[in-house]
């Protein structure tokens, strides 16, 4: 299934300095034995939209010619922890969150909102997804993870200018820019 979406691509350097910092929290789930599935480093990236899993060519167009289109000042981002559960009702999300640029993007989505016309249903929490849990997680499961992932601090700052929106097609395990 084909999920389309604009995202932010950190460049390479950061997306190393990214794979290098989740070595920690790597080893909290396999020292629980639990099964995730990592995103590759050069997928890391921040969404900011998701348009749908299949849309019309005309609806492609539209959205590729507004984002083409589409500018803002570039915008600092530093990574400023790690988090397991987007919510108790999403528990199977590892993700980085974003401090400094996360008041700017969240600004950055609504507009893009308007001018794309794409809506959202969620609230807008900026972040880079490390990876998702492969089974659902009991209660105490849930409850130990979250204590070892709150111990864990990004040793070295993740800062980076995000410049750049894409408009992104996924495929399984690939991913493409719409140009």
Known sequence: MKNYFLGI??????????????IEIRKIF???????????????????????????FFRKLLIKNRVSKYSFDPINIEISGY?????????????????QGADQLRELVTDLSKKTGVKRDQV???????GRVGKDLTDQEYSNILT????????????WQA?????????????SLIV
Do not use: C, M
């Open 9 to 22: 691509f950190p460049d390479i350097e950061v997306s190393k300095k990214i794979a290098k910092s989740a």
């Open 30 to 56: 396999a020292s629980q034995g639990i099964n995730v599935k990592w995103v590759e480093p050069e997928k890391y990236h921040l969404s900011l939209l998701f348009i749908g899993h299949e849309i019309s």
């Open 83 to 99: 988090k397991a559960g987007i919510s108790n009702r999403y528990r199977e999300l590892i993700f980085l969150t974003v401090g």
């Open 124 to 130: 807008f929490i900026p972040h880079i997804t490390l």
């Open 148 to 159: 070892e992932v709150k111990e864990i601090t990004i040793p070295d700052p993740i800062i």
């Open 163 to 175: 410049q750049t929106i894409n408009f992104v097609v996924s495929d399984l395990d690939k991913y």
